[in-house]
């Protein structure tokens, strides 16, 4: 499993990856993001600007890289940050499949992405994956799976998705909406011929999302990886967003909201990689601090207060606008 590969890093950060939702397309629903990128979000721009944090990730210990069909050219912009480092072999790259991306690269598109899972979005995807990243994908998940999905029930998608893992493609899903721990249970016990299907799960859990958890402990318990995504709620944990809670403490350690937000991720002994979703190489450099975080319990009591009911913290997400 590609994953071991990470489990032996020294790097103090060897537990943070790096996703590349915010910097593979011009629109996404990060909250900050005019800030952070500014007008000129060219397709070069934006290749330029993902091959900087790829290089800053990469000299820092991050060892996992994350990308999807749907976030715009992203698989392209790691896969010619790749192609340009030929001797870089200690990474494991993970990409999504399920979503199309349908913007054609404007900010304010009507429909940004159309979801799909069924065989025949499978398979058009996976070849577009492979064209790209060839043999350097090591991870291949559904993108946000949920209860209602018949990824979790098409029987001909699941023999294409374990043939493809007899192949040494890891097969993994992720989640995404109020249901989440309904989901992960659902795929856990997805078999083809007695086997489990996934070896990995990807989810949002962060200090204002926290309903998956023990699904996530079961996850791990069964032996599948654990990646956390979303750990910075779309920013909603980030300076100047966060919640006064979150910037008292962040005060105490001196040191970022976003490096105490994903420190509470990281205690969790199920989280396997907490990715990061940068979209600066100082956003970066800040969330890395997240491994140097020590909260207490007068702390973590405090930061407890913020989880949201889950069904109103997807509620609010739906609501953030495409920047």
């Given at each position: 499993?590609?994953?071991?590969?990470?489990?032996?890093?020294?790097?103090?950060?060897?537990?943070?990856?790096?996703?590349?939702?915010?910097?593979?397309?011009?629109?996404?629903?990060?909250?900050?993001?005019?800030?952070?990128?500014?007008?000129?979000?060219?397709?070069?721009?934006?290749?330029?600007?993902?091959?900087?944090?790829?290089?800053?990730?990469?000299?820092?210990?991050?060892?996992?890289?994350?990308?999807?069909?749907?976030?715009?050219?992203?698989?392209e912009f790691l896969a010619d940050w790749l192609n340009a480092r030929?001797?870089?072999?200690?990474?494991?790259?993970?990409?999504?499949?399920?979503?199309?991306?349908?913007?054609?690269?404007?900010?304010?598109?009507?429909?940004?992405?159309?979801?799909?899972?069924?065989?025949?979005?499978?398979?058009?995807?996976r070849a577009e994956t492979d064209a790209l990243l060839g043999d350097?994908?090591?991870?291949?998940?559904?993108?946000?799976?949920?209860?209602?999905?018949?990824?979790?029930?098409?029987?001909?998608?699941?023999?294409?998705?374990?043939?493809?893992?007899?192949?040494?493609?890891?097969?993994?899903?992720?989640?995404?909406?109020?249901?989440?721990?309904?989901?992960?249970?659902?795929?856990?016990?997805?078999?083809?011929?007695?086997?489990?299907?996934?070896?990995?799960?990807?989810?949002?859990?962060?200090?204002?999302?926290?309903?998956?958890?023990?699904?996530?402990?079961?996850?791990?318990?069964?032996?599948?990886?654990?990646?956390?995504?979303?750990?910075?709620?779309?920013?909603?944990?980030?300076?100047?967003?966060?919640?006064?809670?979150?910037?008292?403490?962040?005060?105490?350690?001196?040191?970022?909201?976003?490096?105490?937000?994903?420190?509470?991720?990281?205690?969790?002994?199920?989280?396997?990689?907490?990715?990061?979703?940068?979209?600066?190489?100082?956003?970066?450099?800040?969330?890395?601090?997240?491994?140097?975080?020590?909260?207490?319990?007068?702390?973590?009591?405090?930061?407890?207060?913020?989880?949201?009911?889950?069904?109103?913290?997807?509620?609010?997400?739906?609501?953030?606008?495409?920047?």
């Amino acid at each position: 499993m590609p994953f071991a590969r990470l489990a032996t890093a020294t790097t103090p950060t060897c537990h943070i990856g790096l996703g590349l939702a915010a910097v593979g397309r011009p629109g996404y629903i990060n909250l900050g993001r005019d800030h952070d990128l500014g007008e000129n979000r060219s397709v070069e721009t934006l290749r330029t600007r993902t091959h900087e944090l790829l290089d800053a990730a990469y000299a820092q210990g991050v060892r996992y890289f994350d990308v999807a069909r749907s976030y715009g050219r992203s698989e392209e912009f790691l896969a010619d940050w790749l192609n340009a480092r030929p001797d870089i072999d200690d990474i494991v790259v993970g990409s999504k499949w399920g979503y199309t991306y349908t913007a054609g690269w404007t900010a304010d598109a009507e429909t940004h992405e159309v979801k799909d899972h069924s065989v025949q979005t499978y398979e058009r995807q996976r070849a577009e994956t492979d064209a790209l990243l060839g043999d350097r994908l090591d991870l291949y998940q559904i993108h946000s799976v949920t209860p209602d999905s018949p990824a979790l029930s098409d029987k001909e998608l699941h023999a294409k998705l374990a043939e493809a893992a007899a192949q040494g493609l890891t097969i993994g899903f992720s989640t995404s909406g109020p249901d989440q721990a309904d989901t992960v249970r659902a795929a856990l016990a997805v078999t083809v011929d007695g086997e489990p299907l996934f070896r990995t799960v990807q989810s949002t859990y962060n200090a204002l999302e926290t309903s998956a958890a023990p699904a996530l402990a079961e996850a791990h318990d069964a032996g599948l990886t654990v990646i956390v995504k979303e750990a910075m709620a779309n920013g909603r944990l980030a300076d100047p967003y966060a919640p006064d809670a979150l910037k008292a403490v962040a005060e105490e350690t001196s040191l970022g909201c976003d490096a105490v937000a994903l420190a509470l991720v990281l205690r969790q002994p199920w989280a396997g990689v907490v990715l990061s979703g940068a979209a600066t190489v100082n956003q970066l450099a800040s969330n890395l601090h997240a491994a140097v975080v020590d909260l207490d319990e007068d702390q973590l009591t405090r930061l407890a207060t913020l989880v949201e009911e889950p069904r109103a913290y997807w509620e609010r997400r739906g609501q953030l606008p495409w920047h």
